[in-house]
Antibody, heavy 116, light 108 residues
Framework: QVQLVESGGGVVRPGTSLRLSCAAS????????MHWVRQSPDRGLEWVAV????????YYADSVKGRFTISRDNSKNTLYLEMNSLRPEDTGLYYC?????????WGQGTLVTVSS | EIVLTQSPGTLSLSPGERATLSCRAS???????LAWYQQKPGQAPRLLID???NRATGIPDRFSGSGSGTDFTLTISRLEPEDFAVYYC?????????FGQGTKVEIK
């Protein structure tokens, strides 16, 4: 069965960086686009970024464009989210989700807290 | 950006009752691109409905979706104890998809 396991969250200061990972199993990872979606009490559910199955096409929410980078390693069945210049409003639970939309498969999430 | 507004914010009902949840879009959304999710505390969202009215795999038939254009509805015909949760609508017509703010269905 499809399994998505996020990791890498933590408590960080504003302006710093963090890299999230999502380990995938139970499906042909290299055949599917993958997404990051975050959730917070203030902003609710918010789509963050998507990468195509081969990593050549990537799209971002305006709120993270230029600061976050989505990538994937199909040889390791792993999705990444590199987050730079973090802001307090980036605080939330970050989920990876298997494409296509809508999302039938989500991970359990990894918590990112940006606070001074 | 398409803004989705869900109402009511909270719905207080008893088991066995019918629940009707609304999702209104700021601009027209193709029915093919409207979904509903259920979320329980400590869990990721669970896909219930895609294409406005198609139940996802394994979803009981007490859940149904309808609507078109800017007005969409999720109906739970008879609430079971496990149905008390938060429900979100999502449009995925736009490249930057959006979610509604959620409706909490709580036990009266």
């Amino acid at each position: 069965q499809v399994q998505l396991v996020e990791s890498g969250g933590g408590v960080v200061r504003p302006g710093t960086s963090l890299r999230l990972s999502c380990a995938a199993s139970g499906f042909s990872f290299s055949s599917y686009g993958m997404h990051w979606v975050r959730q917070s009490p203030d902003r609710g559910l918010e789509w963050v970024a998507v990468t195509s199955n081969d990593g050549t096409h990537k799209y971002y929410a305006d709120s993270v464009k230029g600061r976050f980078t989505i990538s994937r390693d199909n040889s390791k069945n792993t999705l990444y989210l590199e987050m730079n210049s973090l802001r307090p409003e980036d605080t939330g639970l970050y989920y990876c989700a298997k494409g296509p939309r809508p999302y039938a498969h989500w991970g359990q999430g990894t918590l990112v807290t940006v606070s001074s | 950006e398409i803004v989705l507004t869900q109402s009511p914010g909270t719905l207080s009902l008893s088991p066995g009752e019918r629940a009707t949840l609304s999702c209104r879009a700021s601009q027209s959304v193709s029915s093919s691109y409207l979904a509903w999710y259920q979320q329980k505390p400590g869990q990721a969202p669970r896909l219930l409905i895609d294409g406005a009215s198609n139940r996802a795999t394994g979803i009981p038939d007490r859940f149904s979706g309808s609507g078109s254009g800017t007005d969409f509805t999720l109906t739970i015909s008879r609430l079971e104890p496990e149905d008390f949760a938060v429900y979100y609508c999502q449009e995925y017509q736009s490249s930057a998809e959006t979610f509604g703010q959620g409706t909490k269905v709580e036990i009266k």
